[in-house]
Every structure is written in C-alpha cells, then in structure tokens.
C-alpha cells in the first residue's frame, strides 16, 4: 500500500538518518509534578505519599533518580516510612531505592536488599547494588561480601563474572 507507506514515512524511517517529522514527542511538561516534588522534598516539605501513589513507574523512577545521591538518614527514613519502598513489589522503582538508601548508608535497607538480590538475577540490578555496597568502604564491604556468599551460586555466569571482579573474588579476572 504506498499511500499508506508515504503516510507512515517509511522511507524516512528505514532509510535515512535521523528522527522523521512524524515521530511522537513526548510532552515536555509530563514530569512537571515529579519535578515540583522533587524540589519541594529537597527543599524540606514532606515527601508526598498521595502523589507517589498515583504516578507511574516512569514518574516514580524520575522521582527517585532525581534526588540529591545524598540524603540524611532521616529524610530516608521519611521516605521509606511514607512510600514503604523498601517493600514495593516493582522491581525497578525498589532498584532505584536500594541503590539510593545503599549509597547513604542506610541500615534499614539492607534486609531488603539481601532479599531482593537473593530473588533477583539480572545483571542490571545485581551488579550496580554491589558496587554501590563496595564503594561504601568499612561499611558496604562487609555485607556485600555476606549477601554475595549467599547468593552468587544463584547468579548467571555472566553475572557472577561481573560481581566477582567488584567483590574481589580470588580468581575473577
């Protein structure tokens, strides 16, 4: 059907370089609220747990990558307590969690990431979590090489190579 294909564009896609006009595009205000949340809780209001309720994956994983990489212990707690992160079933928005609360130092995350990387084997999640727990130093270190004794046989080759190499595993190249 050419009138169709002319519609569609289709030389423009397959063929040649770059976006065609007719591609979608995404509505620049989408994450307007995300983003007002974002500074309204860096600012020091309450993190609103109504409006977390109702976003999507997309706005929640905005929220959390957008945060300050540093947070106090309390505004974590905060977080947890009035969103229950560390017990939210998607596996991405509580990635996005445990890599934050991890890298701060957060003792109460640390039961749930042990579980998540227990039941978890992708590569995506598995080995950022462990670097983050390396990077902690005298704190990380030691419960990332726990969690990965228990948890490496359950892993990948490919995955295994990977986290070995960042734990330090003798051997791993």
């Known amino acids: 059907d050419a009138d169709l294909e002319r519609r569609l564009m289709l030389d423009e896609w397959v063929y040649r370089p770059g976006l065609p006009a007719n591609v979608w595009r995404p509505d620049p205000a989408a994450f307007a609220d995300v983003d007002r949340a974002v500074t309204a809780f860096t600012g020091g209001a309450a993190v609103d747990a109504a409006a977390f309720s ?28 009035a969103l229950h992160l560390s ?28 579980r998540f990387l227990a039941s978890v084997g992708r590569r995506k999640f598995v080995l950022p979590l462990f670097e983050t727990l390396m990077a902690q130093g005298d704190w990380g270190q030691p419960i990332a090489r726990r969690i990965y004794v228990r948890t490496r046989g359950g892993y990948h080759a ?13 051997g791993a190249r």
């Open 54 to 81: 109702g976003w999507t994956t997309a706005e929640r994983l905005r929220f959390l990558n957008r945060l300050p990489r540093r947070l106090p212990t309390a505004r974590l707690a905060e977080l947890d307590g």
């Open 87 to 114: 017990a939210i079933g998607n596996n991405e928005v509580l990635f996005a969690w445990l890599n934050l609360a991890l890298g701060n130092r957060y003792d109460p995350a640390v039961a749930p990431a042990e």
């Open 158 to 170: 490919v995955t295994r190579g990977s986290v070995d190499r960042v734990v330090g595993v003798p």
